[in-house]
């Protein structure tokens, strides 16, 4: 297989050729109340071909393995007809891999009914307390083996292995519905899934004390985000902005984010890592067959860094970064974060509670959105903080703010600091979820707008 | 590549479960893609997979694949998997006796070059220079040749083919104080040959877009635009899940024929409509689509279904059972369609002192859909005094209970637009707060 893609490669006649082939497994296990929504595994094979001639990219995609040439004289075709001027992508020394990311227990070894029974456990025990209504318990586990091959030379074959879990418990009074959940997901291994017994404590608890939570005000808050809720600030806040697909052709957003511009407080460092082992957006090779790293994107306050793939890195004379990514055989790689994070700081989280004397301490990650330019994103949980003290819990609170402003309103930055995974992603150009982390510490930010009554 | 395999898949099956369903699907897409005012990239995605529900001892089980050489282990898979599958509480179904007709699937489409689509996208990009030498403009197109096919151990052998084109337009101005963001979309089972259309509306609005209107914390009337609609409609539609209502966990269970919107809205659920996006003359299980009315002069007549959650129900199949190869079928909605009012756009926007005319949002599923909470930044939205157009807002967020909005609405528009699967009127709702800096 190995030869006869590499030979592919190099015989097309184009700039550049790529094909990727994969050929992965999936289990799912999914409870909703009682009902055992779906429980089984789901084979997926399939290929693409990518081609650069003169300036323009052709891609064709396939579960049709066996007619690949085919597809791949209807890529080369496909970028002749874009055509364009004629560029080179960002140089990288060929390289040959095998790579099997690294696992405490392969969820393969670990057998249906045993994933099942467990599932099961979970759901039993949030369905056990008597105002819980419903429930939501989801297994997922991927090996997905993916063979890259390019005009180049390069040749990886690796298999990523991925297993995660989320509990949601639903409360009911009335026409009150409230929801709260917990996921880990991530390429550590099976281990983790099976230490959620006190996740669904959790969701249970969470879901009956929003019942009883008003909905928020509208209005400008000072807010208190937890580690997990921060992650998600900056990945929708700033992360997205630091793509340089978004950048390298577009002239005016180039100007506005020039290396070296202040974003922040000095004590800001945001950055994105994708070869932390092990975490959810850990990228051994990206799908461009570039190693995953680290790229410091925030630099004490200022602008120090961005992603880039082989073409971005190329158009704007930088160097490549390993952000290359798709999601399957069925896209093209585009510029992604991988695991996203501020560096935490030096306010302890009980000192940056007593500073503040109103303000709303928001935990737990729902949803997160961005347009380039605003972004928004929503905690589970809220409370409102009176006198440097968490008080009553609030509802429904979604947070707005301005991605150009929004980093200068951070004001204390904690000492703590966690990442986290989970079974979503990100989402962005038709591709989702993405399998990323989002990380940080504590962390206050001045001025947030949230929608309300 | 045997074009038998969905035959060898349910006979494979039905030698061993005591009934069994094959659900096939093939398609090809080739898009065009502009971004940053240049065509980027063509592509083209072949897929074609197969899905096999089992029913073994009452329960049901499930697998999928997109590797063909083995139906085998496709078997194999669904048997493990209906080892612990819930209990079936339906029967498949048979050949209907009548197949309605419905325009899914125009030969044309076929004819559609890339050549074709690069030049319509080209056109649109020479408008927005024409209009702004500042602009950047994208657009994506395809078109897309599907086709499907389901057969059972009852009977039922039943394929369709199906067509679509679409395209998105967007024009985007960077500026010292921000971005902004036009974007008009359309989709449609039949080719369309120009997005000029779409480019002078994404222009107008651009321009119209140009001021930014100061704001503050405020009530006041505001215009969902049918883009804009599926913030307040995105809840309800998962309220009427049949599902969610099953589990208890929808707050529309139990309310059939009971008011629940402003008696001024009817909203259909219409598979039938020739060439409209979501139209097909059986869902994906075998069950006849029909027209059926959700809301009634605002009140609530049937839920969406698959034959599962129909049976968990009790209630007889609404042609609602939507998947992919890949999944089992659950409950969604085809087109749905907003009856008109008597309120035109203009008059609507005349109508208002002060008032907000939302365009696009950011965000939308973020909060309690389940409660019918929706909290969303107005990422394209325009302030209207004494019937004109001031400006853009920036930054501010809108929030509600779509319950309450629409059980009591200002207007109902009287022109309809397609977005998506969608075909509405604007609406005019009172009462909600924007919440901005200032």
């Given at each position: 297989?190995k030869?006869?893609l590499l030979e592919?490669c190099a015989r097309?006649p ?7 082939l994969?050929?992965g497994?999936s289990t799912?296990?999914?409870?909703a ?11 997926e094979r399939g ?5 650069l001639?003169?300036?323009g990219?052709?891609?064709a ?11 791949a004289?209807?890529a080369v ?5 874009v055509?364009?001027q004629?560029f ?5 020394d060929?390289?040959?891999?095998v790579?099997r990311?690294?696992v405490?227990t392969?969820?393969?070894d670990?057998?249906l009914?045993?994933k099942q029974?467990?599932c ?8 056990k307390?008597e105002r819980?209504?419903s429930?939501v318990v989801?297994?997922?586990d991927?090996?997905a083996t993916?063979?890259f ?6 040749y990886?074959e ?5 297993s995660g879990?989320m ?6 009074e009335?026409?009150?519905v409230?929801?709260?959940?917990e996921?880990k997901?991530?390429l550590?291994?099976?281990?983790k899934?099976?230490r ?6 959790d969701?249970v ?6 019942l009883?939570?008003?909905?928020v005000?509208?209005g400008?808050?000072t807010v208190?985000?937890?580690?997990e ?17 978004f950048?390298y ?6 100007e506005i984010?020039q290396l070296?511009?202040?974003f922040g407080?000095d004590?800001?460092?945001i950055t994105?890592?994708?070869?932390l082992?092990?975490e959810?957006?850990?990228?051994p090779?990206?799908?461009e067959?570039?190693?995953g ?11 120090a860094g961005?992603l880039?793939?082989r073409e971005?890195a190329?158009?704007?004379?930088e160097r490549p970064?390993?952000n290359a990514?798709a999601?399957s055989?069925?896209h093209?790689?585009i510029v ?17 509670l007593q500073?503040t004397?109103?303000?709303?301490y928001a935990?737990?990650?729902l949803g ?5 330019e ?5 905690a589970?949980e809220a409370y409102r903080i009176?006198?440097g003290?968490?008080a009553e819990?609030?509802?429904d609170?979604?947070?707005t703010?301005?991605?150009?402003q929004t980093?200068q309103n ?6 703590d ?5 989970g079974l979503g ?24 707008v949230?929608?309300g009554? | 590549m045997?074009d038998?395999?969905a035959?060898?898949v349910l006979?494979a099956a ?9 659900f096939?699907?093939a ?5 065009v893609?502009?971004e940053d005012?240049?065509?980027k ?6 897929r074609?997979?197969?899905?096999l529900r089992v029913?073994?001892?009452?329960r049901?089980?499930?697998?999928s694949?997109?590797?063909l050489?083995?139906p085998?282990?496709?078997?194999e898979?669904?048997g493990a998997s ?5 209990e079936a509480?339906f029967?498949m179904?048979g ?7 419905v ?15 690069v ?7 020479e408008m927005?220079?024409r ?5 950047l403009?994208?657009c994506?197109?395809t078109?897309?040749?599907h086709?499907q096919r389901?057969?059972n151990?009852?009977?039922?052998d ?8 679409s ?10 104080d ?8 359309r989709?449609?089972s ?7 259309d779409?480019?002078r509306?994404a222009?107008?609005k651009?321009r119209?877009?140009a001021?930014?209107?100061?704001t503050?914390?405020?009530a006041m009337p505001m215009?969902f635009t049918?883009k804009?609609l599926?913030?307040?409609?995105y809840p309800?539609?998962?309220a009427l899940n049949?599902?969610l209502?099953h589990?208890?966990?929808?707050v529309?269970?139990?309310r059939?024929?009971?008011q ?6 009817t909203i259909t659920d219409?598979p039938?409509?020739d060439?409209a996006p ?6 994906d299980?075998?069950v006849v689509?029909?027209r059926r ?9 049937t ?6 959650t129909?049976?968990l129900l009790g209630i007889?199949?609404?042609?609602h ?7 089992r079928p ?8 907003v009856?008109?009012?008597d309120?035109?756009f203009?008059?609507?926007l005349a109508g208002?002192?002060?008032?907000l ?7 939308s599923?973020?909060s309690n859909?389940?409660?019918g ?7 394209l939205g325009?302030l ?7 400006g853009?807002?920036?930054d501010?967020m809108?929030a509600g209970?779509v ?5 009591q609405?200002?207007a ?5 637009q397609?977005?998506g699967s ?10 909600l707060?924007l919440a901005?800096r200032g």
């Open positions: 297989m030869n006869k592919l097309l184009v700039d550049y050729a790529e094909v990727r994969q050929d497994v799912n296990i999914h409870y109340g009682r009902e055992l929504e779906d429980i089984g595994e789901r084979i290929g693409c071909v990518r081609v001639k003169d300036g990219w052709g891609f995609t396939f579960n049709d393995v066996d007619d690949i040439e085919k597809y004289r209807m075709r496909q970028a002749e007809l055509g364009g004629k080179d992508i960002a140089p990288v060929a390289h040959q891999q790579y990311t690294p405490d392969d969820p393969a670990v057998s009914v045993d029974a467990m099961h456990r979970y759901n039993q025990s949030i369905l307390h819980i209504q429930s989801v297994y997922r991927s090996h993916t063979r091959a390019s005009s180049e030379g390069t990886i690796q298999e990523i292995i991925f879990a509990v949601a418990a639903i409360a009911v009335g026409a009150n409230q929801r709260a959940r996921a997901g991530d550590r291994g099976f281990e899934v099976t959620m017994d006190e996740d669904c404590e969701v608890r969470r879901a009956l004390e929003s009883e939570a008003e909905p005000e509208a400008t808050y208190i985000v937890d580690p809720l921060c992650g998600v600030f900056v990945h929708e806040a700033f992360g997205h902005l630091s793509e340089a697909d950048l052709e577009n002239p005016r957003m180039r984010m070296g511009k202040r407080p004590f800001l460092n994105d890592d994708g070869s082992e092990g959810a957006g850990f990228v090779f990206d799908s067959g570039v190693a790293g680290r790229t410091a994107l925030i630099k004490d306050g200022v602008l961005r880039h793939s971005t190329a158009k704007m004379d970064t390993g990514r999601i055989y069925r093209p790689p992604r974060m991988t695991n996203t994070f501020m560096e935490p700081g030096e306010t302890p989280f009980e000192q940056m500073e004397p109103d303000g709303i935990v737990s990650w997160g959105q961005t347009n380039k605003m972004f928004t994103f929503s589970e009176r006198d003290e968490v819990k609030i509802r609170v979604v947070l703010g301005n991605v150009f980093l951070i004001d204390r930055i904690g000492t600091f966690h990442m986290v995974g992603g990100c989402g962005k150009g038709g591709q989702s979820p993405l399998r990323v982390g989002d990380g940080g510490p504590h962390c206050r930010i001045q001025n947030v949230i929608g009554r | 045997s038998r395999i035959e060898q006979q039905c030698r061993r479960f005591d009934a069994a369903e094959v096939e699907e398609g090809e897409t080739v898009s893609r502009f005012s240049r065509l990239e063509i592509r083209t995605q072949q074609r997979g197969v899905g029913i073994g001892e009452g049901i089980g499930f697998a694949t997109t590797d050489r083995e085998q282990r496709l078997v898979q669904a209906a080892a612990f599958g819930d509480r029967e179904p050949r209907p006796a009548e197949v309605p007709h325009a899914t699937c125009d030969g044309a489409m076929e004819d559609v070059s890339a050549e074709q689509m030049e319509m996208g080209r056109e649109g990009l927005s220079r209009a702004n030498e500042d602009y403009f994208a994506h197109l078109r897309a040749a086709r389901v057969l151990t009852a009977g039922l039943f394929a369709y083919e199906s067509s679509r084109m395209a998105s337009v967007e024009v985007e101005e960077v500026r010292d921000g971005l902004l963001q036009v974007y008009e979309y989709t449609w039949r080719p369309f040959d120009s997005v000029s779409l480019t509306t222009l107008e651009a119209d877009a001021a930014v209107a100061p503050r914390l405020e215009v049918p804009a599926g913030n307040l409609w309800i539609e998962t049949g599902k209502v589990k208890g966990s929808s529309l269970r139990g059939i024929d009971e629940v919107l402003d008696p001024r809205i219409n039938t409509i060439w979501g139209s097909c003359p059986l869902d299980e075998g689509a029909r009315p959700l809301f009634e002069a605002g009140v609530l007549r839920y969406l279904a698959d034959l599962q129909a049976g007889d199949p609404t042609g059972g939507f998947r992919s190869y890949s999944s659950s409950p969604s909605s085809t087109n749905t369609v009856e008109p009012g309120t035109s203009d008059e609507m208002m002192k002060r008032g005319v939302i365009e696009h949002t950011l965000g599923g973020q859909i389940l409660a909470e929706f909290s969303v930044n107005v990422a325009f209207v005094e004494g019937g004109e157009v001031q853009r807002v920036k501010c809108v209970n319950y309450e909005i629409l059980g609405v200002e109902i528009g009287s022109e309809r397609w977005f969608t075909w509405a009127p604007p609406i005019m709702v009172g009462g707060k901005a």
